[in-house]
């Protein structure tokens, strides 16, 4: 089968995407050479670190500012998923990324699993290990970007005074896991997966494509390296995904389609966002 084929087939894909996905939009992988990553490194910004380290809280909003200055665009591959949610053939994206730009293409149902950097969170003045303990206050990253700016090296939650962190997971941070609960139950609906640029080797995220694979559901895997899952996927497929994922979506969906109008980053502005899920989901 091909990838046309496997697509014109389903009307239930379910997108499964990490870094790879997003390199097309000049975020490069932590290892990548070049950018900012040779400079900071993620893993020196671990969970415990950050909550006992003003020094290491400061260092990390310099790389936050850094990473955004760029302003990452969606690529053709955001929008070709987009596109097929639109169209009602997909049900939602499961991505291990924190960029955002699956909602800034358009895409609807997006299940971050390792959090958003497009937005902070209070994380509370001293949360136990691993776990995020805020009081429920949430802003657009801009908004520590003004303080900063101004001369706060730390900005502090303006309702309890905890301390501020980027919604996403940390590593020595756990995952929420409602929203593996929430991944699952997508894979679980799902009459094809698409992998795209995932090396699959991050558990427990990693592990979700199974759920569907178990079922009998096809895998179709689009990443530069081999990966561990090559061997049960239907289909392995070369080439950038951007290139690969608008052919084939122009060829199911008959051609050009109108691509769903992005959404904006939102008011920039403090707001609270009382929505269980999004309070309690992770931080950077
Ligand atoms: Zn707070």
Not at 182 to 193: E, F, K, M, P, W
Not at 201 to 210: I, S, T, W
Not at 270 to 284: F, K, V
């Amino acid at each position: 089968m091909t990838l046309n084929e496997l697509l014109a087939g389903s009307s239930a894909t379910v997108a499964f995407t990490g870094a790879g996905i997003s390199t097309e939009s000049g975020i490069p992988d932590f290892r990548s050479p070049g950018g900012v990553w040779t400079r900071y490194d993620p893993r020196d910004f671990t969970f415990a670190r950050y909550v006992e380290s003003e020094e290491v809280r400061t260092r990390a909003w310099a790389m936050r500012r850094e990473f955004w200055a760029s302003d990452p665009q969606p690529n053709p591959a955001h929008l070709a998923l987009a596109r097929l949610e639109a169209r009602g053939r997909l049900l939602g994206v499961v991505t291990q990324n924190i960029d955002g730009l699956h909602q800034a293409a358009g895409s609807r149902t997006v299940i971050e699993l390792h959090g958003r950097s497009r937005e902070v969170m209070c994380i509370g003045a001293s949360p136990r290990t691993g776990t995020p303990d805020g009081c429920g206050f949430s802003a657009p990253t801009s908004w520590a970007f003004e303080r900063v700016d101004a001369g706060e090296a730390d900005p502090r939650c303006p309702t309890c005074a905890g301390i501020v962190k980027s919604a996403t997971v940390s590593f020595g941070q756990n995952l929420h896991p409602g929203l593996l609960d929430r991944a699952a139950d997508l894979l679980g609906q799902a009459d094809l997966v698409l992998a795209i640029g995932s090396s699959m080797q991050v558990y427990p995220a990693a592990g979700l494509p199974m759920i569907a694979v178990e079922r009998g559901v096809p895998l179709v895997i689009c990443n530069a390296e081999p990966t561990p899952l090559d061997d049960v996927a239907t289909l392995t497929v070369d080439g950038k995904a951007g290139e690969v994922l608008s052919a084939a979506v122009d060829a199911v969906l008959g051609g050009a389609t109108a691509t769903p109008r992005p959404r904006s980053w939102g008011d920039p502005r403090r707001r609270r966002r009382p929505s269980p899920h999004r309070r309690a989901s992770p931080g950077p």
